[in-house]
């Protein structure tokens, strides 16, 4: 099963002093040169004719670094050309060292930065055996590895390009974080792990080499998820808790880290991936600490991870139905667990999308409509189109994820400027983007195609005037609800559903203690609320981190305060 292998992936260093090159190729060389094939060019054509020639024998491109110091249009047109030939391949700049100093050069790097054309930029090596030139490109080729479609990986998902199963299973995989690839059945890797796998009218097979060779045919999410290890059930001894997180968004997750690093017993439901609305961010790049961006389900499987290691329990795939009070205890019902009880509670339940409501929409999805979905499978529509519908920031950074793979992108958006909604880098990289259409003061009203969407109509809001336009997928990202229906009315919610907390939940009614409520307590005493889902809350990744930072000093005090 490894014969797919192939060639080893490319290494290109673009440098314009022979000197300085021989380094780049030697450190490369020294570091990756067992696994990956090193080139260097000395100029842009013929940095482009080693691109150009790499596509048309089918080669893989890995990482390409290309001097700072070429002209605008010299680099430019190399970057381009990676881009558009080999989209999986990170790009970045070679700096040589004390060029920060330079405005010229911050200018280069952000400019080309907010063009697409490359990821970031790379110090080059000034001595034999530099590490740090090591360790970037290192993770440069750990990137590409993870999102690079031929590549062979611990888990191998089969199916036909059109799947509205494959795409789910895809999607479940990538907002875990789960390492894997896409075959069709017609793959020389698709026909052998049919032959071995496979049944009679299956429709996907999911194999985990990586685990000693599992194969699940037609799998439910909750199988493919228990294969891979995630919890989604737990032991008759493992039912009461110091702290229930519900929700695994960077609000829940953060709960959990702070609350079991501080030595509560913490548990931590999820009903559907980790990560919540953010995990399906291709790429947030205003994240504090993380220079490069970083995608969603990368922020929620480090968090995940560092909560598990602090002792946190998890269950995946389970969905609470109810709350209610028990004298000092909380206890929630868990569909398919059962009930489990907890000092404190808090609530990270997020967002639902909210639906397009054309008839024709709703019966097309996943046969190319999506809500809310991950685009990290977005190869799987590479040379096609595809369109975004919504104006925040996970439509703009949907859109220029996918295009780095389809022919062409169009942006749907109600609002007459993106600037209303989407952050002002978003905007001005989709601005940049030739790839991209834009369609202000715009909706989607209907979808056309008989098994698989195939065009969607749209209609100017001003004029009324409609049109058709060709499309392969949809993604509409067009806000969220709350998801606080299932609670009990002693939580109040505002008018909108989402929850009062702090001052405002002690303004209510609903507030039938004779203290005041912490700053994110609900209207029950013991019950919490972060991110999305609270009234109030700043609708940010670093605002819900911080929130479920903060909230286990809240629960520290609610447990040791006598009759909370």
């Not at 070429?70 to 970045?92: I, N, Q, Y």
């Not at 990986?153 to 974080?177: H, K, M, P, T």
């Not at 000693?212 to 199988?223: A, K, M, Q």
């Not at 409501?357 to 709703?362: F, K, Q, R, T, Y």
């Amino acid at each position: 099963m490894l014969a797919e292998w192939g060639d080893r992936p490319m290494l290109l260093a673009v440098q314009q002093d022979a000197r300085r090159l021989r380094r780049v190729e030697g450190e490369l060389e020294r570091a990756f040169g067992g696994d990956y094939l090193v080139r260097g060019e000395l100029t842009c054509p013929d940095a482009v004719r080693t691109l150009e020639g790499a596509h048309e024998r089918g080669e893989r491109v890995a990482v390409v670094l290309v001097d700072e110091a070429f002209a605008d249009d010299g680099r430019s047109w190399v970057l381009s050309t990676a881009r558009t030939l080999h989209p999986e391949a990170k790009r970045a700049l070679l700096v040589p060292w004390g060029a920060w100093a330079d405005r010229a050069t911050g200018r280069r790097i952000l400019q080309d930065m907010a063009m697409r054309d490359v990821d970031y930029y790379v110090l080059a090596p000034w001595r034999q055996g530099d590490e740090l030139f090591h360790r970037t490109v290192a993770e440069f080729v750990q990137d590409w590895s993870r999102n690079e479609p031929s590549s062979f990986r611990e888990v191998v998902v089969v199916a036909r390009r059109g799947s509205a199963r494959g795409f789910e299973i895809n999607d479940l995989l990538s907002r875990n974080r789960v390492p894997y690839s896409f075959r069709q059945p017609d793959s020389p890797l698709g026909r052998e792990v049919l032959e071995r796998f496979g049944e009679p009218g299956c429709e996907v097979v999911v194999w985990m080499p990586a685990l000693g060779g599992v194969s699940l045919v037609d799998p439910t999410n909750v199988e493919i998820v228990e294969a891979w290890g995630f919890s989604t059930g737990l032991a008759e001894d493992e039912r009461d808790y110091d702290l229930v997180c519900v929700g695994a968004g960077p609000g829940g997750l953060a709960a959990a880290v702070y609350g079991a690093s501080e030595g509560l017993r913490t548990l931590v439901v999820e009903r559907e991936a980790l990560g919540g609305q953010a995990g399906t961010s291709s790429l947030i790049r205003n994240y504090l600490g993380f220079s490069r961006g970083l995608s969603g389900s990368e922020l929620a499987q480090r968090g995940y991870q560092q909560a598990w290691v602090f002792g946190a329990h998890f269950v995946l795939m389970r969905e609470v139905a109810g709350l209610r009070r028990a004298g000092d205890r909380c206890v929630l019902d868990i569909t398919g667990v059962g009930d489990v009880t907890a000092r404190a509670v808090v609530l990270a339940t997020g967002v639902t999308y909210r639906r397009l409501g054309a008839a024709n929409l709703e019966r097309l999805t996943g046969q190319g409509v999506h809500y809310g979905a991950s685009v990290s499978a977005a190869h799987s529509l590479a040379g096609l189109t595809a369109a975004v519908v919504g104006g925040g920031n996970s439509a703009g950074q949907a859109v220029l994820h996918l295009a780095r793979y389809c022919e062409r992108v169009h942006l749907v958006v109600r609002g007459g400027d993106l600037r209303q909604g989407m952050s002002a880098y978003l905007v001005d990289a989709i601005a940049a983007e030739p790839l991209v259409e834009t369609h202000l003061d715009t909706e989607v009203v209907d979808g056309l195609g008989e098994s698989r969407l195939e065009a969607v109509r749209i209609r100017n809001r001003t004029s009324g005037q409609e049109d058709e336009v060709k499309v392969d997928g949809l993604f509409v990202m067009i806000g969220a609800e709350p998801r606080t229906d299932w609670l009990p009315p002693e939580l109040g919610r505002d008018r909108f559903g989402f929850l009062l907390t702090g001052a405002d939940a002690g303004a209510s009614p609903a507030w039938q203690s004779g203290r005041a409520p912490y700053p994110h307590e609900t209207t029950l005493p013991g019950v919490f609320a972060v991110g999305d889902v609270r009234c109030g809350s700043v609708k940010r990744v670093a605002s819900a981190v911080g929130e479920g930072s903060v909230v286990v000093s809240q629960v520290h005090m609610f447990l040791s305060t006598p009759h909370a």
